[in-house]
């Protein structure tokens, strides 16, 4: 049993890659970040490469060898097979990823999109073994959901269920979102959204938000502050985000009848948002989420790693069942 029992979790996300050595009780014994710049499908997998091979290099594997691999990945993926899809859809053709990083590290290794990813997490170590009818969404450079319906992750056609970051949410500021249409709530209450709203209503409101040069972002952090002391932006900015969240919420709810919300992410970690999102739920809508909207209890920052590492868990377990058949 000393050997392995641990698992490596991988999040590579639109800036970052995080690996972490995990147990089997949701602990990282072990994690390093690497910022990116920019990287495409291509060059995914050579980022993979270089990060672990420099992982590794810091001190080898902390527990032995590891029992498998697990890969959070942003856009489409065939977790079964572990084929990762183009994340343009103009430029849809398939990645075998799993198998092309199983067979340079030796190690089972099996994929997933990162928000389903987190989901396995919740239900391994969070609130998910308390119900089988919740959903998890993450809010922040975008805002995408899972959700689960009597203990199974709706996934879809295509592996494109939970693109909740499109819905229109009854909060109008004027911003066109990249997939064509205006004002989708990923437009107005994630980071990248908090962001496009300053810019665009900071000359209708008094401020002392530092609006930064294009390419840059303005702090979250910094809005939520801000707005605590009254400042007529900030306090614009965060209502229209808890307005957006809370109607997002709520027709969700609507949908699936869930028992529980649970919320992860950058821009709801610190608990903030969460507060006027509660705010603005209407009972009668919620009246059976006994389980409440919640942030989730794993860390909120920490969650795609976990959810790797439960990526990497589920295959091994799934291979076993195979197996014994
Ligand atoms: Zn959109």
């Not at 199983?102 to 928000?115: A, H, K, L, S, Y």
Request: aromatic share 8%; charged share 25%.
């Amino acid at each position: 049993m000393e050997k392995n029992n641990t698992y490596i979790g991988i999040v590579l996300s639109g800036y970052q890659l995080m690996i972490g050595e995990i147990d089997t009780a949701g602990n990282i014994l072990r994690m390093k970040e690497y910022r990116l710049n920019f990287f495409n499908q291509e060059s995914a997998l050579e980022i993979i490469k270089t990060s672990l091979d420099d992982f590794r290099k810091d001190g080898a594997w902390k527990a032995g060898r590891p029992a498998a691999i697990g890969v959070g990945l942003i856009g489409r993926v065939n977790a079964d097979e572990g084929i990762w899809y183009q994340i343009d859809p103009q430029r849809t053709y398939p990645i075998n990823l799993a198998q092309e990083l199983t067979e340079w590290t030796g190690i089972p290794c099996f994929i997933d999109n990162d928000v389903k990813s987190a989901t396995r997490a919740v239900i391994k170590w969070g609130l998910g073994r308390e119900t089988d009818n919740f959903i998890y969404i993450y809010v922040g450079t975008g805002i995408a959901a899972s959700l689960v319906i009597d203990g199974k992750q709706v996934r879809g056609s295509h592996f494109n269920a939970g693109e909740v970051g499109h819905l229109r949410v009854g909060v109008q500021v004027g911003l066109k979102c990249p997939c064509g249409r205006m004002d989708c709530v990923e437009t107005i209450a994630s980071s990248v959204g908090l962001d496009r709203q300053a810019r665009f209503l900071h000359r209708y409101y008094d401020t002392r938000l530092e609006i930064p040069r294009q390419g840059e972002r303005i702090s979250v952090g910094e809005v939520f502050r801000l707005c605590q002391q009254g400042d007529p932006l900030c306090r614009k900015l965060v209502d229209n985000a808890a307005e957006a969240m809370a109607n997002l919420i709520m027709d969700l709810v609507r949908v699936s009848d869930p028992d529980t919300v649970i919320l992860a992410g950058e821009v709801v970690a610190d608990g903030f948002l969460l507060e006027r999102i509660r705010e603005k739920l209407q009972a009668v809508t919620i009246r059976f989420v006994t389980g409440g909207v919640v942030l989730t209890q794993l860390d909120p920052r920490l969650i795609s790693l976990l959810g790797a590492g439960a990526v990497a868990m589920d295959g091994m377990e799934q291979r076993k069942k195979g197996k014994k058949v």
